[in-house]
């Protein structure tokens, strides 16, 4: 791709879509990551959810997009340090993920969230991504947070 | 927080916003994520981009969302790729973010996106996050790719 | 800690063992690491080892160093792709390893690395460390490794 | 490979070296990694490092260990630490590293490392290393480590 196109791709700016986007609420990604979300279980420490893959959080290849998967890492990673009877869920200190195969439109993942340590300052949580038809793994990833004490800053 | 609480957290239905997010097109998490991105620097190997961060992705704590952080990593660990000549970006193969302080609503923020390796099957790209003002890092993130040859597969 | 301390830290040399580290044969790290590894199952896609802590692999605060549980993370890993008959076990692409709690001296611990992925060209390992006796989790990580084809490179 | 030859493969028992292994003294691992490391430039917050990639920290396939560069990311991410004039250098909450290309016995590599946070409670270093001869990067790595309080617990 030449630089004039990859200047395309990145600057979306006077699209279609601009003024809806721009004229957007505060905090609307929550809900455009999340709108679907089902909990099929939860517990102190676990939380495993639903998610049939919605057209608006599809990549260019019309899978799953590796930041909404991303996103969806941090967001259950949070859920999960909730359970916990933590008063906050902190601030996010690490997230990785890795991606192992595509999820496809209409396709409905499992979402299983584990608490692998909740300390008095450090949590870590761990995500698993499966599908339910064939049970594959899409993505695993681990969300690291800092649970600050009330009165100290990171 | 109570196990309830934690269930209506994470589901979203029903909300305001219902409606609206049922819906988007597909594909639309890009334009969400990237409306407003402008780019100041573009060469071989290396894509500099401003942001002001918008109303839209904030998270509850009023900072840039940890989810559109990482989906930012993951757009322009692709832009890199593209600058190569790379004819496709691949297929993401990992991502980490580590965040390192807050950015706040309005807070322009410079994303500098260099290339750590390109090569003929995997591409390996980093992302600095700093406010423009303070020029203190608010993330830094790696991304990873597979370049799949014409007619392999993963 | 003043500069001329933390430059004592990293500089061995001089020290009692310098000779003998000098002088250690080729890929020795290998045997430090491994030694005293016992495979407690294996079977395609899975290695299950134990490892009681040694003194030698310990860190100045007397729990398991960082670095030798990462190198157990590239080895366990390693181990995993040769069990599903790759003729290889390719090129490392990305390590990581959260560190959840401290492991001590004596300790038996249980190693069990798993396959999330193992792809024509891509494979990723998880592996998890628990101590034996409480059943906590030590530490998670995962090693991606990129499977190279007869005649291509990475 | 068949099972048998993992086996082998992982158990190194029994091996030429299992005595001197085994009568190694307690933290010997540090030794072993750093021995050989020269400062070439400390300041508050960076620390600059050369090795000449020694025999023993070869893997099989003659190229620096990933094991001991991710030791060495552990260790270079202390040293920063220590250079800020914190007290400890607090517990490891996360090490990645991505591997770009070989280093060959006898190379020289220069490993840079920087803080990109040092907190109150969380610090953040990352670690560049390159071949001094091509300037290519041969890994880049992440170390997150938690600096506790006098009387908290992580």
């Given amino acids: ?8 791709f990145v600057e979306k700016d006077g699209g279609d879509y601009e003024f809806t986007v721009d004229s957007m609420p ?5 809900p455009i990551v999340m709108q679907g979300l089902k909990i099929d279980r939860i517990e102190r420490g676990r939380v495993v959810c ?14 799953l997009h590796g930041g909404a998967t ?4 941090d ?3 949070s859920a ?23 999820a496809y439109v209409g396709e409905e993942i499992e ?24 049970g594959k793994l899409i993505a695993q990833g681990r969300h690291t947070k800092y649970l600050p004490v009330a009165t100290s800053k990171m």
């Avoid at 791709?1 to 395309?8: F, G, H, Q, W």
């Avoid at 505060?26 to 929550?30: K, Q, T």
């Fill in 75 to 77: 967001i259950a990673g």
């Fill in 80 to 102: 999960v340090i909730y359970t916990m009877g933590a008063p906050t869920t902190g601030v996010s200190v690490e997230i990785n993920v890795s991606y192992l195969s595509g």
């Fill in 70 to 73: 991303a996103a969806l890492v």
């Fill in 26 to 30: 505060a905090r609307f990604i929550e």
């Fill in 1 to 8: 791709m030449d630089l004039e196109s990859v200047k395309k």
């Fill in 111 to 134: 979402i299983d969230s584990k608490a692998l340590r909740v300390g008095k300052s450090v949590a870590v949580v761990s995500v698993d991504f499966t599908s339910k038809k064939t």
């Fill in 50 to 63: 639903s998610l049939t893959v919605p057209p608006r959080l599809l990549n260019t290849g019309n899978t």
